[in-house]
């Protein structure tokens, strides 16, 4: 297995988690932090499971193409010499059955078909694919990775692997023994150059209501003494270089705000218990791109 597309925290629930330590987020909002966080952990347990694959397999984790005007999402997908693999992964938890082409919980609530989703996609790879002149099968599975799932009434054809068939499918991989090659790797290389990252939904805000500070990396909590060269976590103790913690404020700035120009003022602001304006300067000069000049100097 090579594993040549990383997974990285859905920048969404990064955003999310950022407003959540700075706002009061409607519940609704909270919700969908839960909700993501779930996911997230859904895929990084398959992960787990594709990380000990020992066949010869290109693994793409967590991509975001775009084909004829149409977006769509792939949480894995494998490459072997004859196959590629779409995978859908759903971290469900509990009772849910299936009927009339639905999907729904015990307690009848109908919950969004993940099958429909997994068809689309697989449609738009397909084509995606066939465009680029690469005529690879292509099968398409929804994952239900947590062991407290069941599902009653589902059709034995569809394409659906249960918790307790996964070991089983993981197997089917790993008995794929033929080698993969030049064309494989374009494929993986072309699909991964056509990565997009897609701007999350938020709900509005403004620089001005956010607080500001600078939170711990381990426990999530406020830096409340003045910092000269390190920060120190009076909750957790946890210390972290002053340079580290300025350039991880910069990126929060960017993520939140990607329109925002960055200045020392801004950054200096921002992180709010930094002593020294003139070391927010250093660190932003010796790391990002210095524009513009005087008084109108800024950084990218």
């Known amino acids: 297995m090579m594993l040549l597309k990383a997974r990285t925290e859905p920048v969404e629930l990064r955003a999310l ?165 030049g064309v494989h790797k374009k494929l993986a290389d072309q699909l991964i150059a056509q990565h997009q990252i897609l701007y999350p939904r938020l709900p509005p805000y403004t620089y001005e209501q956010l607080k500001k500070g600078i939170n711990c990396s381990i426990c999530k909590s406020y830096i409340t003494s003045d910092v000269i060269r390190k920060t120190k976590c009076n909750m957790c103790g946890h210390e972290e270089a002053i340079e580290s913690v300025i350039l991880k404020s910069v990126e929060e700035l960017r993520l939140l705000f990607p329109n925002l120009i960055i200045t020392t003022n801004i950054v200096y602001e921002w992180c709010d218990v930094i002593m020294s304006r003139r070391r927010v300067a250093t660190v932003l000069k010796e790391n990002l791109k210095l524009m513009g000049f005087g008084q109108w100097t800024y950084y990218e």
């Open 17 to 181: 988690h950022l407003l959540n330590s700075r706002m009061s987020l409607p519940a609704n909002e909270r919700t969908r932090i839960e909700n993501l966080e779930k996911g997230y952990q859904g895929e990084m347990m398959f992960d787990q499971l594709t990380d000990k694959l020992q066949s010869e397999v290109f693994v793409l984790n967590d991509l975001c193409l775009e084909h004829n005007n149409s977006i769509f999402q792939i949480d894995t997908l494998i490459i072997s010499q004859d196959t590629s693999y779409l995978i859908e992964v759903k971290n469900f938890e509990g009772d849910f059955y299936y009927d009339s082409d639905n999907f729904f919980s015990i307690k009848k609530t109908e919950l969004k078909n993940p099958l429909d989703q997994l068809k689309r996609s697989k449609l738009l790879l397909s084509q995606l694919l066939r465009s680029h002149g690469y005529h690879l099968n292509i099968e398409g599975y929804v994952i239900f990775i947590n062991p407290e799932f069941t599902l009653y009434q589902a059709p034995i054809h569809t394409p659906i692997i249960h918790p307790t068939q996964i070991n089983r499918f993981m197997k089917k991989l790993n008995q794929k023994s033929a080698k993969l090659n």
